[in-house]
């Protein structure tokens, strides 16, 4: 049976391949996976999974293309716990909105995430709810005494660029100095989308 947690809660996971699945209805919106390691920074631009780069390099966590169910928007990242790198110790799966348009989460209704495991089964499920954000970390997959566990991080944040004059070179820099991401080899359309992950990706979320 399926386990409901909430915000705040966690639960044990199986070292084995998961498929971390989201569905909504409202704005479009972007699921992303962040390989993490224990001092929550991505070691390199290739550890932040995204429908731009829809795989990482060690092949432990893939991206599948959203799909449209009439009204439900559905999402999903697969992660097999099994080739996580050592260094890595968290993986934060974040939901943006789509930078082209003025929409937040208060938009956003029917809101759900499950963890699945290889056989399809529903693990744990959480209904992250939200209002002005418009980026979101829902979940956090992370290694404890060398057991893997999901929490529901529930943690929404206002961009903080918005209303800014930053140019896309300053927008880039200062995501780049909190991550550690290479925005420079990305093309522009995905720099913007990137720029809404900067306060997802605050100390509060992966320290």
């Excluded at 050592?86 to 789509?98: G, Q, S, V």
Aim: glycine share 8%; hydrophobic share 40%.
């Amino acid at each position: 049976m399926s386990q409901t947690l909430a915000a705040g809660g966690n639960a044990p996971v199986p070292t084995e391949k998961l498929t971390v699945k989201c569905m909504h209805i409202g704005p479009d919106a972007d699921l992303s996976a962040l390989l993490l390691t224990a001092a929550g920074k991505v070691r390199t631009d290739e550890d932040f999974v995204f429908y731009g780069q829809p795989a990482s390099t060690c092949g432990s966590v893939a991206y599948q293309d959203k799909k449209k169910n009439g009204e439900i928007t559905e999402h999903a990242i697969v992660v097999d716990l099994t080739k996580i790198p050592a260094a890595i110790e968290k993986i934060a799966i974040t939901l943006t909105i789509d930078p082209e348009t003025p929409k937040t989460f208060a938009a956003v209704t029917a809101c759900g995430l499950s963890v699945n495991d290889a056989s399809g089964k529903s693990l744990v499920e959480m209904e992250p709810k939200g209002d002005k954000e418009n980026a979101f970390v829902i979940a956090e997959l992370y290694k404890r005494n060398g057991v893997w566990k999901v929490r529901n991080f529930n943690q929404g944040f206002v961009n903080g660029l918005a209303g800014t004059e930053l140019t896309a070179e300053h927008i880039n820099s200062k995501i780049s100095q909190m991550t550690g991401i290479k925005l420079d080899k990305l093309t522009a359309d995905e720099s913007a989308r990137l720029s809404k992950m900067e306060d997802s990706l605050h100390e509060r979320v992966i320290d």
